[in-house]
């Protein structure tokens, strides 16, 4: 069972920097593609950047293309998402997802979602 853990949330100013970490835990071979995604209040959540082949491939949102990054830590069994130059509209709760690589009878993907964690972006 894989099991995911954001931490790194808060409250940052405009123009300003925080690095959100995920720990996978878990069987974790099984894990076809790690993402991260956002769900601001009263909106859909939506996929902000989607890693796969161990990172040798990797999408991102226009909305934050430039501004934030993803990367692993294998010997962590982590994945980051460094995000920079925030702005209001980047307020929301930020989840980490791993996409299993497989889709289920009924028609979903399987993948994991864990609990997520508040980025606050104001002055």
């Known amino acids: 069972q894989v099991r995911l853990v954001e931490s790194g949330g808060g409250l940052v100013q405009p123009g300003g920097s925080l690095r959100l970490s995920c720990v996978v835990s878990?069987?974790?071979?099984?894990?076809?593609?790690m993402g991260w995604y956002r769900q601001g209040s009263g909106k859909e959540r939506r996929e902000l950047v989607a890693?796969?082949?161990?990172?040798?491939?990797?999408t991102y949102a226009d909305s934050v293309k430039g501004r934030f990054a993803i990367s692993r830590d294998n010997n962590k069994n982590a994945v980051y998402l460094q995000m920079n130059d925030l702005k209001p509209e980047d307020t929301a709760i930020y989840y980490c997802?791993?996409?299993?690589?497989?889709?289920?009878?009924?028609?979903?993907?399987?993948?994991?979602w864990g609990q997520g964690t508040q980025v606050t972006v104001s002055s």
């Open positions: 890693s796969t082949d161990g990172g040798l491939s990797t």
């Open positions: 878990g069987s974790t071979s099984g894990i076809y593609a």
């Open positions: 997802n791993a996409d299993l690589g497989r889709w289920l009878p009924d028609g979903r993907r399987d993948e994991r």
